[in-house]
């Protein structure tokens, strides 16, 4: 599910962002994110957790404040796809950090499942003949940089997991988000234009890609290890493709079908599930 709803985000930036702005995007993205998880907390009735503002800070700059930035301006210059593509690359972040964390070991198994899923994400996109002009670098080199903040920030939402619920954890990222990107929306309010389809795009990736999504995607790190809690960045390109393909009008290659075999090989690797492991009888 994660997969899905991430894959179809940046659909939603490449509609969005050349409209309202990445600096106004980002900010009306963040505020629909903090105002779903406020209801919901609401609803659960769940406290806030005021008191560690402090270690969530960094938190909401590196997972939501920088990386919702970063994507929306690569959005302006990048194929969704190609974004997409470099989206995986936090998994492989994220799992060397986790490392040096000592939060997970670093095994030949989980380096290969990295590599294949590189390998089927690149069959999936299949990625044409882009010139390498300075903006199309420094768009993939943003991409990279918000990929490697997701990875690096992961292991350490994994240990707040453990003494913050998720809800409130989400919730308080999110607040503290959107006062460091308050600024940037103001300087870019004036030049955005507020179309009904940018302002659902922006609508479908605050509440549900980024306040909904996020919120599960802490509950996975809660449950899980960080790398197998991002291992649904593997599958982002194979979704990407396929709504760009459904509601776009995009082609589809063959190489989506064995690009996606690999893919699920690789979150398998990653996973640290044992393939050679008999089924039990019933």
Same mark, same amino acid.
């Given at each position: 599910?994660?997969?899905?709803?991430?894959?179809?985000?940046?659909?939603?930036?490449?509609?969005?962002? #050349?409209?309202?702005?990445?600096?106004?995007?980002?900010?009306?993205?963040?505020?629909?994110?903090?105002?779903?998880?406020?209801?919901?907390?609401?609803?659960?009735?769940?406290?806030?957790?005021?008191?560690?503002?402090?270690?969530?800070? #960094?938190?909401?700059?590196?997972?939501?404040?920088?990386?919702?930035?970063?994507?929306?301006?690569?959005?302006?210059?990048?194929?969704?796809?190609?974004?997409?593509?470099?989206?995986?690359?936090?998994?492989?972040?994220?799992?060397?950090?986790?490392?040096?964390?000592?939060?997970?070991?670093?095994?030949?198994?989980?380096?290969?499942?990295?590599?294949?899923?590189?390998?089927?994400?690149?069959?999936?996109?299949?990625?044409?003949?882009?010139?390498?002009?300075?903006?199309?670098?420094?768009?993939?080199?943003?991409?990279?940089?918000?990929?490697?903040?997701?990875?690096?920030?992961?292991?350490?939402?994994?240990?707040?997991?453990?003494?913050?619920?998720?809800?409130?954890?989400?919730?308080?990222?999110?607040?503290?988000?959107?006062?460091?990107?308050?600024?940037?929306?103001?300087?870019?309010?004036?030049?955005?234009?507020?179309?009904?389809?940018?302002?659902?795009?922006?609508?479908?990736?605050?509440?549900?890609?980024?306040?909904?999504?996020?919120?599960?995607?802490?509950?996975?790190?809660?449950?899980?290890?960080?790398?197998?809690?991002?291992?649904?960045?593997?599958?982002?390109?194979?979704?990407?493709?396929?709504?760009?393909?459904?509601?776009?009008?995009? #082609?589809?290659?063959?190489?989506?079908?064995?690009?996606?075999?690999?893919?699920?090989?690789?979150?398998?690797?990653?996973?640290?599930?044992?393939?050679?492991?008999?089924?039990?009888?019933?």
């Amino acid at each position: 599910m994660l997969s899905a709803l991430w894959g179809a985000s940046f659909m939603f930036i490449r509609i969005a962002s #050349p409209v309202l702005g990445p600096l106004v995007l980002a900010l009306l993205r963040i505020g629909m994110a903090t105002a779903t998880l406020a209801l919901l907390m609401a609803v659960m009735r769940e406290a806030w957790a005021l008191h560690a503002w402090r270690r969530m800070l #960094p938190l909401a700059a590196l997972s939501v404040a920088v990386p919702f930035l970063l994507y929306a301006w690569a959005g302006l210059r990048l194929p969704a796809g190609y974004s997409a593509l470099l989206n995986c690359t936090a998994v492989l972040f994220g799992y060397l950090f986790s490392v040096v964390l000592k939060e997970d070991q670093l095994t030949p198994t989980k380096l290969a499942g990295c590599a294949v899923g590189m390998a089927g994400v690149a069959m999936v996109v299949r990625l044409g003949p882009v010139a390498p002009t300075p903006d199309v670098v420094l768009a993939a080199s943003a991409c990279v940089v918000a990929a490697a903040c997701y990875g690096v920030c992961t292991p350490l939402m994994k240990r707040l997991t453990r003494s913050i619920n998720p809800l409130a954890l989400a919730a308080g990222i999110h607040v503290l988000g959107l006062m460091l990107v308050v600024p940037g929306g103001i300087v870019g309010w004036p030049r955005a234009t507020f179309t009904p389809m940018a302002l659902f795009a922006t609508a479908m990736l605050g509440v549900v890609a980024s306040g909904i999504a996020y919120w599960v995607h802490l509950r996975l790190i809660s449950h899980l290890s960080p790398v197998a809690a991002l291992s649904p960045a593997f599958l982002v390109p194979v979704f990407g493709v396929t709504w760009g393909a459904v509601f776009l009008n995009e #082609p589809l290659g063959a190489g989506i079908y064995l690009g996606g075999a690999l893919v699920l090989l690789a979150c398998a690797l990653v996973c640290g599930v044992d393939l050679r492991r008999r089924p039990l009888k019933p």
